[in-house]
């Protein structure tokens, strides 16, 4: 904790939706977050209902929902009334196919226009979608249709001739593939979406809709193991409404860019749900990342609020030191970004302070899982940063510690747990279940589910402290924890030093079983580019380490890999490295980066 706490002492450009943390704690309640959603006419509450309609039966009709930049950047603006109709004939091809509530509609999509209106669209048709990452392969394509009981598949015709065609009789309940763009009328058992469309009418009365419904079914990252189906109902979108405003700082005139993927939960819950229950206007980029494009988008959309991720910001820092020059943001105008926020992995504090360096805006991280739908912990736009800190719980948020046993599990002794109450003392984080966008379950899982709980709380699997004035400091996944020498390890701590040096771009920490020991710490070190690895270096780095972690903690061994095994959404899997290390069998690896 030797990075200064970065204190916001000028007044914030616009007044910012969470002035006051305690008081907003304090008076908060869910019925009333959920008293500023509309609601259905008839009553219920739909997801898609609030985030599109609403907007387009008000004076918010002719505003643009979403700004889609193409691949070869040309823009594709979509206003919130022509959102509606486009999402009422989605809706309506659905109805026509016999697809209802609680059917299962499967997206495989870029980031297109057309894979907007298939996620709302359904939600308006009361079915449940699950979006699938566009570059996965066939295999992890097929396991997650069966396992998710598709009925109804989105998809180009590229995409189903490459990941899908040859194994359509492995998926026997997949009804409908409906193809968008070209290509149907050479594929049989597909139909254009497009011509579908336009038979539909551009009106549909959304079904009463239970909050309690399923709406969404999202599969975790795959980083700790096989990815897991979790289920979300329509609820949810109390919840994503409620901390976009307050973790985002969501203002109505905001333009609100997202890099995630919604076929991650981040790029659903905060691409689409969130930003769109606001009212306000989506920037989304169909291309990867590159950070010439991604500075210019972000100076030409003229981008407010910019939510991202770690790996993202590890990029750009590698092509825009901290140390300068800068000339490639200084090419563009920033000037419009207020606010930026990142999640998924562990911010180091070397990149909260590159944000404010660089970009001139520290970044505020904030944690939160697949499972709990929706942010759980942030650093909030009006509130001090300290750097490496992931923040403190959200208004409508009960947070706690948790002791653990001897296994790195949460120690339950007659169906009690204790709670962890000294400050800077480690142990896991669990939340106590309410908020409405915590799942509802593992699909086809009711164990694993079950499993998830514990007196009252559920547990989340990853490993905290909490200081004295209730900041939230993120160890590592319960599954990653190093025991070593009588010492608990959290990698993160490990990787944050090691990257702080200039030479190092990523690093991934293991424990390496070892029999004095139990296990030492090893760290899998890539370098910046034109930085050749040698033993002198690598002797520089594990000095470098032991400087600032002290002997027990500091890296005992050092490796150089360019090539670190990481999941499509960019984080690190430490459980591959150690597969690896140890030659033992990889396990599942459909969400590995760079996989077929
Ligand atoms: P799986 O559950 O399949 O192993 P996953 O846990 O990576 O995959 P997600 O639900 O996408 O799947 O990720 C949530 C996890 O990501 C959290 O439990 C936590 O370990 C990590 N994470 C998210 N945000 C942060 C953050 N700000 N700081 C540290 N870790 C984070
Ligand atoms: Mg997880």
């Not at 992890?140 to 180009?156: C, I, K, N, S």
């Not at 504090?349 to 709990?372: F, K, S």
């Amino acid at each position: 904790m030797h990075w200064e706490a970065i204190r916001k002492e000028t007044a914030p450009a616009v007044p910012p939706r969470l002035a006051d943390y305690d008081r907003v704690r304090s008076a908060f309640t869910w019925s009333q977050a959920r008293a500023e959603l509309s609601g259905l006419p008839g009553g219920g509450l739909n997801m898609a209902h609030e985030a599109v309609d609403r907007h387009a039966f008000s004076g918010n009709a002719n505003k643009v929902a979403l700004r889609c930049i193409a691949r070869d950047d040309s823009v594709t603006t979509v206003t919130y009334a022509e959102l509606m109709r486009r999402t009422s004939r989605f809706a309506g091809v659905l109805r026509s196919l016999c697809i209802g509530r609680g059917d299962r509609v499967f997206t495989l999509l870029g980031r297109c226009p057309e894979l907007y209106t298939s996620v709302l669209g359904t939600l308006k048709n009361t079915s449940v979608l699950c979006p699938l990452f566009p570059a996965f392969g066939p295999d992890p394509v097929e396991q997650r249709l069966r396992l998710g009981d598709a009925q109804v598949l989105v998809t180009t015709a590229d995409l189903y001739r490459r990941k899908v065609a040859e194994r359509r009789t492995s998926v026997p309940g997949l009804k409908h593939v409906l193809i968008v763009g070209p290509g149907a009328e050479g594929l049989p058992g597909t139909s254009s979406l497009e011509d579908l469309m336009s038979e539909a009418p551009d009106t549909f009365t959304v079904p009463p809709t239970s909050p309690e419904d399923m709406a969404l079914l999202h599969f975790t990252s795959g980083t700790t193991g096989t990815p897991k189906g979790a289920v979300h109902v329509h609820e949810a979108v109390v919840a994503h409404h409620a901390t976009a405003a307050y973790a985002l700082d969501l203002h109505p005139d905001d333009v609100y860019w997202c890099t995630a993927d919604p076929g991650w939960v981040t790029g659903m819950s905060y691409g689409i749900i969130a930003p769109l229950a606001h009212g306000v206007t989506v920037v989304v980029d169909e291309g990867d990342y590159d950070a010439r494009r991604w500075y210019r988008i972000l100076g030409e959309q003229r981008v407010t609020v910019w939510y991202t991720a770690p790996t993202a910001l590890r990029m750009l820092m590698r092509a825009t030191p901290r140390q300068g020059p800068y000339d490639l943001p200084r090419s563009h105008d920033l000037s419009a970004l207020r606010f930026v926020a990142s999640v998924g992995e562990p911010l180091n504090p070397e990149a909260v302070v590159w944000g404010r360096d660089v970009l001139g805006l520290a970044v505020h991280d904030n944690w939160w899982q697949t499972e709990t739908g929706s942010i759980m912990i942030a650093n909030f736009a009006a509130c001090d940063i300290r750097p490496g800190s992931m923040g403190r719980p959200l208004p409508g948020v009960d947070a706690t510690v948790l002791k653990q046993d001897g296994e790195g599990r949460v120690q339950i002794t007659d169906g009690r747990v204790t709670e962890v109450e000294r400050p800077g003392a480690e142990g896991e984080l669990a939340l106590r279940p309410g908020w409405p966008s915590m799942f509802r379950g593992y699909l086809h899982d009711k164990k694993r589910y079950e499993a998830a709980f514990a007196d009252g709380w559920y547990l989340t699997g990853d490993l905290v402290r909490r200081d004295a004035d209730g900041w939230y400091w993120f160890v590592g996944r319960a599954d990653d924890v190093i025991k070593s020498a009588g010492h608990l390890i959290g990698p993160f701590e490990v990787e944050s030093a090691l990257l702080e040096h200039p030479a190092v771009t990523e690093v991934g920490v293991i424990g390496r079983p070892d029999p004095v020991a139990g296990n030492v710490v090893k760290a899998f070190v890539s370098l910046r580019e034109g930085v050749e690895p040698n033993p002198d270096l690598k002797r520089e780095l594990l000095g470098f380490a032991r400087r600032k972690l002290g002997p027990a903690v500091a890296p005992r061994e050092i490796s150089f890999d360019q090539n670190l095994p990481k999941t499509r959404s960019g984080k690190v899997m430490r459980r591959l490295l150690r597969a690896r290390e140890l030659g033992l069998p990889s396990g599942d690896v459909s969400t590995l980066e760079g996989s077929a």
